[in-house]
């Protein structure tokens, strides 16, 4: 059976630091697979090569079994792919309704010409690009937030609206970067949990994270990474106790 | 096409690329010390020719030089004290936008001032029959001249910029804001400096070509592109390069004119800078990395 | 369409109405002439508010987009081909209604090219022109874009500066009006004066709202996406690079149909209409109006557009817009991307607030 996601011997090289080296794993459709490492470990690196924001020198990225490396960010994101970033890039001067609804956008198609005319198959698609937006703010538990402007919102609410606007076009594989950075530990429990409801609805994810209680939470399977190559891939406990991990984390300098 | 001629588009290329280089040069020392696009340099040296030849009517030539450069040193000093010194942290473009209003502003005031008439200044020696003949080449004394100011201004920057603690200082400002204002250098009047300076040698310049090239109220906005693509030839802050590109330029510029009608001559320096811009935007000397960053 | 639209458009027409009547009133008829003038260049400003309010980008350069439709329709309908009329091509082309005979100066007959023809060619040079800059120009960031916007403006000044066939120095004269329905027409002097008010703000009203319902559509929203946080919008499966390119294109067929219709409307255009300084007036227009609002744009074009052609300004007409320029982007917080009023002001009170705690 094919991996939803079937990364294979990416490597990528910038100026003169080996980021990824012979990178490689299979996510399985319907998992939760962590990606951890200490810092500098290529984990961003990946998520980039991944959707389409970096061209990997070497290597393949196959996305239900049709390679996808070196494609460009949208076209990547029209194949069912959505992420988000480790630091929040939510639309300025938007409110967090329009965020999401830009989130819809690979699953809309009205472009210049039906914009500026109008025609009536236009007001039924922007129900529809509402309704499934206001569906993913519903979703995040934040529906009274849609009409507020995204930037002015507290940090762990435009992670909300991030993660939102990810889920809006109906992804079959969620890349998640770092997604509990910043949150304090009642909202990191209740991103574990969030996590699980996602993984219910059938959407595949892959997670970057430092916090290891939610890594082994949530996770199914586990891929260390370090200095850019990739040291374990397992199943949590067992890459818990996998010598190689801990020398990795314990023997480094102020992680 | 004889040699002759080709040497003597060569000789108005370099004339020309005097005053190219010397603007390159002087957007580069703005550049390097605020991260400022300065569009209104070529306006400084509009100024240091048009204020010349009026005071030339009342005091002698050397004296109304130096006048006008000094005039127009404190045009470059006004004009950061009023519009630049209380921005903060104002973006590249902002700022580009800006120079164009204010480069605007002193075109319509030179209109104002002086009418549309085309001046220029008196040769330094001779007249314009006068030349000298150079391996064959008739050269004219004033171009001799403006080679002259050119080497004198980019060896005074050398020995500032080494030698004098404000020219170091500057140097540092380049390098890193923030780190030299916390080492305790001024770089407020730094900026005030660097302003004075270009404004400075734009007049000089301005001043010593203006004979055979002419001042108008209105050279300014073409100065201030061909400026650009020669700082940006060179790559953006590099001021030896600049010296170089801008004599590319100008002789680019000149031998144009034997292939295309030489109503298109202002456009080829444009097209240069667009094929710059699209192909290396880091310029000759300059470095991708550093030009990509700097873009965002 | 929303009610606060409706009631705006609403609110443009009785404005427009109104001034009209106003002038009629008062027995100053003549000034329709300058307000219908200053319609077509609103058409630019607005093409220009898009760009640089919704997508971001700058362009100083856009003036030349104006005079290539303006000069494209006057050369098309001013060249004469009835000498021609033997050979194959001009002989279709006349058959099909494209090439007319129109009365030439000296009483005689020429054979033009119908201005409906020569709009649309206008347009299509105008848009390919567009593509072919914007697609390597695009790619540029900030400061490097803007300085090749105005590099390519320098380009077509010169162009037309410097080319006999176009009229150098002088321009094109002579340009017969543009025929819409019934007897109707842009250009045509007085009598047709109030006629050809209408129909210029018809066409900015027109113009507005299908740039206002772009605004809100699913576009729109990727285009304030994109001007907001680039990366993000990529993920999301915009193609930042076709929108900005899409934009640049539209906001350039903007602009020439404005520099079609002002040419019919004028009978004549000039490489005036080219350079820098008309481009930076766009520009302090739209900055001026908000970047992000279509309706202030207008107003602000409106206005200043009248009054510069009035000649209010006098000599320091450019310097007039190079100083509301300065001033603009002086007071204007550092993203330009929505300056409301109320924010406007806010900033306005903070800088000096700022400035005079320094001691």
Known sequence: ??????????????????????????????????????????????????????????????????????????????????????????????????????????????????????PPWTWREEREIEDRAREALDFLAIPELAGAVATSLSYGQQRAVELARALASEPELLLLDEPAAGLNMRETVELAKLVGRIRERGITILVVEHDMGLVMNVSDEVVVLSYGEKIADAAPRAVQQDPEVVRVYLGEDGC | ????????????????????????????????????????????????????????????????????????????????????????RPSVLRMIIITIGISIMIREAALLLWGESVRALPYFTGNEVSSLSLGGVHVSPQVLWSLAACLVIVAFLRVFFRHTAAGRQMRACAANRDAAALCGVPTRNLVTLS?????????????????????????????????????????????????????????????????????????????????ILFVRPSGIFGSAEVARLEAR | MPASRLARIGLFAAAVVAVQLATQLA?????????????????????????????????????????????????????????????????????????????????????????????????????????????????????????????????????????????????????????????????GGRTARIANYYVAWGLVALALLLLANLVESRVGRALRAIHGAEDAARAMGVDAGRYKLRTFVLSAALAAVGGVFLTHYDASIGPGEAGIMKSVRYVAIVAVGGMGSLWGTVATSAVLSFLSLRGTFGTLDDAVFGAVLVLVMLFSPEGILRLDGRAALAAIAGRLRRTEARP
């Open chain 3, 27 to 187: 027995g100053k008829g003549f000034l329709l002439t300058q307000l219908t003038m200053s319609a077509y260049y609103t058409l630019v400003a607005l093409g220009l508010s898009l760009l640089m309010g919704y997508a971001g980008q700058i362009s100083l350069g856009h003036a030349a987009f104006f005079a290539i439709g303006g000069y494209a329709t006057g050369l098309l309908t001013t060249v004469d081909l009835a000498a021609r009329r033997g050979g194959g091509l001009v002989h279709a082309l006349e058959r099909a209604h494209v090439l007319v005979p129109r009365p030439d100066l000296y009483g005689g007959e020429a054979l033009s090219v119908h201005p409906w023809a020569a709009l649309a060619a206008a347009l299509a040079l105008a848009v390919a022109v567009a593509f072919a800059i914007g697609i390597p120009v695009l790619k540029l960031k900030g400061h490097y874009l803007a300085m090749a916007t105005l590099g390519f403006g320098t380009i077509v000044t010169s162009v037309l500066l410097g080319t006999e066939a176009l009229g150098a120095a002088d321009g094109i004269g002579g340009v017969p009006p543009f025929p819409l329905a019934g007897g109707l027409a842009v250009g």
């Open chain 1, 1 to 118: 059976m094919t991996a939803l996601l079937d990364v294979r011997g990416v490597s990528k090289r910038f100026g003169g630091v080996q980021a990824l080296k012979d990178v490689s794993f299979r996510v399985e459709k319907g998992t939760v697979k962590a990606l951890i490492g200490p810092n500098g470990a290529g984990k961003t690196t990946l998520f980039d090569v991944v959707s389409g924001f970096a061209a990997p020198d070497a290597g393949a990225v196959l996305f239900r079994g049709a390679p996808i490396e070196g494609a460009p960010p949208h076209r990547v994101a029209g194949l069912g792919l959505s992420r988000t970033f480790q630091h929040i890039r939510l639309f300025a001067g938007m409110t967090a309704l329009e965020n999401v609804m830009v989130g819809r956008h690979p699953r809309s198609r009205a472009g210049f010409l039906a914009g500026m005319l109008h």
């Open chain 2, 1 to 88: 096409m004889s040699t002759e001629l080709v040497l003597q588009y060569l000789v108005a290329g370099l004339t020309y690329g005097t005053i190219y280089a010397v603007v390159g040069v002087g957007f580069n020392i703005i550049y390097n010390a605020t991260g400022i696009i300065n569009f209104a340099q070529g306006e400084f040296v509009m100024l240091g020719g048009m204020t010349a030849v009026t005071l030339h009517g009342l005091v002698p030539l050397p004296l109304a030089i130096a006048g006008a450069v000094l005039v127009t040193m404190a045009v470059g000093a006004l004009i950061e004290v009023t519009f630049i010194r209380w921005l903060q």
């Open chain 2, 195 to 275: 302003f004075v300076l270009s404004a400075g040698i734009g007049a000089l310049a301005g001043c010593v070509v203006s004979p055979i090239t002419y001042t108008s109220y209105g050279i300014g906005a073409g100065l201030a592109i061909k400026g650009f693509t020669v700082a940006i030839l060179g790559g953006l802050g590099n001021s030896t390069a600049a010296v170089a590109a801008g004599f590319i330029v100008g002789v680019l510029e000149s031998l144009s004119v034997s292939l295309l009608p030489a109503a298109y001559k202002d456009a080829i320096s444009v097209t240069i800078l667009l094929a």
